[in-house]
């Protein structure tokens, strides 16, 4: 109950617990830029308004544990090696982010899902096959970010779930699908290079 009310943001459980609901790589990642970090405008050129994005991220940051702390996206991912069990529920409420608007929540949701179906002692893919289903998607994402992190964790499953073959065949063709069809180009590179690198190890 605690976990799902943390990644729902129930108000009543957010606000009882001191655990995070944003991860730290995803305030380095996602926060917009400071003032000092600010692109120098040219004469006459308007300033960037702030997306919406960067507004939510910015009010999920107002708690120092958000850079520093522990947050409820490493100890949902560190549950699965000592009580698997207990991501029972918790697997469908981290996938049903992967849809969300807030682009903080569905990048951490892709990355966290992302760790635990490529972790080497996971089954949770192949139990959770709708869910699997459903990240494999976020291959499109309208958001760069999040199909860079798609690259890495597409190519960690490969390497460590490489036994299961149905599921990889999912996945090499996602991957596949961003070589060829990704429309920025350091994304298709990364890619290729992430695959040659599987291949040479």
């Known amino acids: 109950a605690l976990l799902n ?24 990642l996602l926060s917009p830029k400071t003032s ?32 520093n702390g522990a947050n409820v996206y490493s100890i949902s991912y560190e549950l699965h090696r000592i009580a698997p069990q ?33 972790a080497r002692t996971s089954d949770i893919a192949g139990r959770f096959g709708p869910c699997f289903r459903e990240w494999l998607r976020r291959s499109y994402d309208p958001e760069s970010k999040v199909r860079e992190t798609m690259v890495k964790c597409l190519v ?21 699908t961003i070589i060829l069809r990704d429309p920025i180009l350091d994304i298709r590179l990364l890619s290729i290079h992430q695959v040659c690198d599987l291949a040479h190890t």
């Open 156 to 176: 960690n499953f490969l390497t460590t779930q490489y036994l299961q073959a149905d599921l990889c065949a999912d996945v090499n063709e996602a991957l596949s």
């Open 36 to 67: 000092s970090g600010k692109k120098k405008r040219k004469h006459g050129e308007k300033e960037e308004t702030p997306t919406l994005a960067a507004h939510t991220l910015a009010s999920h940051l107002t708690s120092k544990d958000a850079q």
């Open 86 to 118: 207990i991501l029972t529920t918790v697997i469908g409420t981290v996938s049903t982010s992967l849809v969300n608007q807030d682009l903080t929540k569905r990048w951490q949701a892709t990355k966290l899902l992302g760790r635990l179906f490529g």
């Open 5 to 28: 009310g943390l990644l729902t943001g129930d108000p009543n459980v957010v606000g009882r617990t001191s655990l995070s609901t944003v991860d730290a790589e995803a305030a380095a």
